[in-house]
């Protein structure tokens, strides 16, 4: 990516409210930020990473790096939390939550590992990547958002627009 590109007010834009979105960077209620600048702790839950106390309060280390940093303070208004998020991320990272594709589930609705490939079917050409297994698209390509689709075409392992579908059916490739 180009450094005009990347620093087009355009993608910054849009990079700052995707990870406002995906990093779940809301302001909490009302409630949590009483009248006459009393903070009120709100609820903080967490499975994968640990907890910060600061100044009494409780914080999720989403980083894991052991400090608050400003994105991680919910008492913080959520455009300075969405600007220190963006400055600590690569540009790869900035890349990665600009694509959402969907990745192939395995049986039973698993998560697959191995990448899918498949011929373009309105282009044709040598079979390309399809969908990376799911392991590549977070740590490799930095995809922190996707769809992980059950409607797969039997057989196929990976899920077909009915156009697509049918293409594939009346070129002998799928049954």
Same mark, same amino acid.
């Given at each position: 990516?180009?450094?005009?590109?990347?620093?087009?007010?355009?993608?910054?834009?849009?990079?700052?409210?995707?990870?406002?979105?995906?990093?779940?960077?809301?302001?909490?209620? #009302?409630?949590?930020?009483?009248?006459?600048?009393?903070?009120?702790? /709100?609820?903080?839950?967490? #499975?994968?990473?640990?907890?910060?106390?600061?100044?009494?309060?409780?914080?999720?280390?989403?980083?894991?790096?052991?400090?608050?940093?400003?994105?991680?303070?919910?008492?913080?208004?959520?455009?300075?939390?969405?600007?220190?998020?963006?400055?600590?991320?690569?540009?790869?990272?900035?890349?990665?939550?600009?694509?959402?594709?969907?990745?192939?589930?395995? /049986?039973?609705?698993?998560?697959?590992?191995?990448?899918?490939?498949?011929?373009?079917?309105?282009?044709?050409?040598?079979?390309?990547?399809?969908? /990376?297994?799911?392991?590549?698209?977070?740590?490799?390509?930095?995809?922190?958002?996707?769809?992980?689709?059950?409607?797969?075409?039997?057989?196929?392992?990976?899920?077909?627009?009915?156009?697509?579908? #049918?293409?594939?059916?009346?070129?002998?490739?799928?049954?």
């Amino acid at each position: 990516m180009s450094s005009s590109v990347h620093g087009s007010s355009t993608f910054a834009t849009a990079v700052r409210s995707v990870a406002a979105l995906v990093l779940g960077l809301a302001p909490f209620p #009302r409630e949590a930020r009483a009248a006459e600048g009393v903070v009120r702790q /709100p609820v903080i839950g967490t #499975r994968v990473v640990g907890t910060l106390q600061v100044d009494g309060y409780v914080f999720k280390d989403l980083n894991k790096n052991g400090k608050l940093d400003a994105y991680e303070d919910w008492r913080r208004p959520v455009p300075e939390r969405v600007e220190d998020v963006v400055s600590q991320m690569t540009v790869e990272e900035k890349a990665g939550l600009m694509v959402g594709p969907s990745l192939a589930m395995g /049986p039973g609705g698993a998560v697959r590992e191995e990448p899918v490939f498949g011929v373009n079917p309105f282009a044709g050409g040598p079979p390309a990547l399809v969908s /990376p297994g799911t392991t590549d698209a977070i740590h490799k390509r930095h995809i922190v958002q996707f769809i992980n689709r059950e409607n797969a075409v039997k057989g196929a392992g990976i899920p077909f627009h009915p156009g697509a579908e #049918r293409f594939y059916k009346e070129a002998g490739m799928l049954k």
